[in-house]
């Protein structure tokens, strides 16, 4: 017998400084569990990295929503700058917009940042958190590559697959990544704009979210790459040290894009807080 999924819901929040953001809203498969899970993608990708982690949690009866960071994907930027904190307040529209007080959210890499601004945010309404490949504070992008994030030659050779496969399977993939992981990558990285990879990853200078963490006292899972060369696992291991109710695991042998590496990790750590929400 096939199982027929119901069809997505799609909705544009306009935020309060005019950014329009693209939403999706997946409707669970099977016996609803009551549980909502926001998807949050990081710099340079978009909410196709969650495709295989949100076909198995609809599966698991979870309602799952997801959406394109402002200037990423199909939504647009607004008149504030890009920003950390911006994008926690646009995380608590999201929540907002699709009724989802209480869901998991799952933050991957500047995802991570916007999940963690948002619920330490007063009146955050967010039930627990999954974060992967990510840190609370030492993301002092130097100019050198906030440059080339920007730069046209670079932007020139993310374009062509095999050589922009190349390019970013050397420090954001693990090894055991295959070359559709790569391409899949590949492909949100080079359809980002130069100019908004370049100010994201500028944004994050001076950020430290560590003392904010204390006040965040929902049941949270931090997952991070062994190999990962973006951010270092041990920057990952001092959020789950900062957040009062927080178990850490390093995943042996992944890299950086935990979503497109590792789905089956990432469910298991959604069940996990799930069954530790009270």
């Known amino acids: ?50 495709g295989t982690v949100a076909d198995r949690l ?44 209480g869901a998991i959210v799952v933050g991957h890499s ?11 945010s007063p009146g955050a309404r967010v039930g627990g958190l999954v974060l992967l490949a990510t ?18 030659v670079f932007s020139w050779a993310v374009g062509r697959p095999a050589l922009g496969r190349l390019l970013l399977g050397q420090n954001m993939l693990g090894k055991r990544a295959d070359t559709r992981t790569g391409e899949v990558n590949r492909q949100m990285f080079a359809a980002t ?17 560590r003392a904010d963490l204390a006040r965040v006292s929902v049941p949270a899972v931090v997952l991070a790459g062994g190999g990962d060369k973006v951010i270092a696992p041990a920057l990952g291991r001092t959020v789950a040290e900062a957040l009062p109710d927080a178990r850490f695991e390093e ?7 935990l979503p497109l590496e590792t789905p089956d990790a990432v469910v298991r750590a959604v069940e996990e807080v799930a069954g530790r929400v009270g």
């Open 110 to 120: 500047g995802g991570g940042f916007a999940a963690m601004a948002y619920a330490a």
């Open 193 to 209: 704009s130069p100019q908004m990879r370049s100010d994201a990853f500028a944004s994050t200078r001076g950020m430290d979210l």
């Open 251 to 257: 995943l042996e042998g992944a890299g950086h894009m």
């Open 135 to 152: 840190a609370a504070h030492d993301q002092d992008t130097p100019d050198s590559e906030v440059r080339m994030m920007g730069s046209p």
């Open 1 to 50: 017998m096939t199982t027929v999924a119901p069809a997505a819901t799609e909705s544009t929040l306009v935020t309060d400084d005019g950014a329009r953001l693209a939403v999706t809203v997946l409707a669970p498969l099977g016996t609803p569990s009551g549980r909502t899970v926001v998807l949050v993608h990081g710099w340079a990708a978009a909410r196709r990295v969650w």
């Open 58 to 101: 609809i599966r698991q009866g979870h309602r799952v929503m997801l959406y394109d960071l402002r200037g990423h994907g199909a939504s647009t930027l607004g008149r504030e700058p890009f920003s950390v904190p911006r994008l926690g307040a646009d995380l608590g529209a999201v929540v907002e917009h699709v009724e989802a007080s």
